[in-house]
């Protein structure tokens, strides 16, 4: 196989991923199709999951509360028999939680993190971890961490405590799977460009008393490159990694951010 043939996903790949109606996730499946890889997505939000099947009409999909086995283990079923099999699982939902200083949060805000963010990748790897095993296509793992998942996040402390334990969660499986043939690799995004970043940024702006703009422009001072990224950026990699030209890549943290150097 030449190196040009190599960065091609495989077509017919099958492809579970996680909070796919929306956002980074929708980039994601919307990229996988393109590649000609069979998609399956699930998401909680039930008129968005419609929204994306209506413009993919090619995607297989479920309603699911990811923070939830039983949700967790009914996608991973449907999925890998919609498919018939599983060779990558996306682990991509997640929500920003709560933003404040740590006196202020809420227990139940702080689970709500917990149980989105981490329980629920746990539950999907549970879960589809025995398709992967059986895939003959390069099996991987997506784990959606974080620039916040390298770095520490002041007044996003739940976010952050989940996206360094995405981390060491993706390390510890990439050497526990590694034998059977599993690659298991981390992407973390920055900044990255849209409506779910206007509303952190709105949340930030009003925790720390300043106004919309002035907070837009601390974050792009933190950015060697002064750009926020895009989520096709982020389809990008999880799709490389997803190509026989990644086949040897397991157990990193990868950043696509700009190269975020503070936060
Ligand atoms: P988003 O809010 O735009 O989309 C997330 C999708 O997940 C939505 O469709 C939403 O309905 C779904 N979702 C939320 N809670 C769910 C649940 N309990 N069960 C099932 N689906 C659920 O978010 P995004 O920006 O696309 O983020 C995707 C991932 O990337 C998250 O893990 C996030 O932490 C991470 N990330 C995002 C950024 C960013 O700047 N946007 C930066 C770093 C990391």
Redesign the pocket.
């Known amino acids: 196989m030449s190196i040009t043939q190599r960065l091609l996903v495989p077509a017919g790949l099958k492809v579970l991923i996680?909070?796919?109606?929306?956002?980074?996730?929708?980039s994601i499946a919307a990229g996988f199709l393109e590649a000609g890889a069979r998609v399956y997505v699930?998401?909680?939000?039930a008129q968005?999951l419609e929204d994306f099947r209506r413009r993919h009409p090619g995607a297989r999909g479920t309603v699911?509360?990811?923070?939830r086995e039983d949700?967790a283990a009914h996608a991973v079923e449907d999925a890998a028999q919609a498919l018939d099999g599983l060779d990558v699982l996306v682990n991509?939902?997640?929500?920003?939680g709560p933003t404040g200083g740590i006196d202020t949060l809420s227990a139940p805000d702080w689970e709500r993190t917990i149980g989105?963010?981490l329980n629920?990748q746990f539950y999907f790897l549970r879960h589809a971890v025995p398709h992967l095993k059986r895939s003959a296509h390069n099996p991987h793992i997506v784990a959606?961490?974080?620039?916040?998942g390298r770095l520490g996040y002041p007044f996003r402390t739940p976010?952050a405590a989940t996206?360094w334990a995405i981390v060491g969660l993706m390390k510890s499986l990439a050497a526990e799977l590694g034998p059977e043939g599993v690659r298991v690799n981390a992407i973390?995004?920055?900044?990255?460009a849209?409506?779910?970043?206007d509303r952190?940024i709105a949340a930030r702006a009003q925790a720390l008393g300043l106004d919309d703009e002035a907070m837009r422009a601390q974050y792009l001072g933190k950015i060697s490159l002064r750009r926020m990224v895009s989520?096709e950026d982020?389809a990008a990699m999880a799709l490389f990694l997803s190509t026989p030209a990644a086949s040897n890549i397991s157990g990193q943290a990868i950043s696509v951010d700009g190269n975020v150097e503070y936060l």
């Open positions: 996680t909070g796919g109606a929306a956002g980074i996730g929708a699930c998401d909680i939000d968005a699911a509360d990811v923070g949700a991509n939902a997640g929500i920003a989105t963010n629920s959606m961490s974080s620039v916040a976010y996206k973390l995004p920055g900044v990255v849209g409506p779910r970043m952190v989520a982020i």
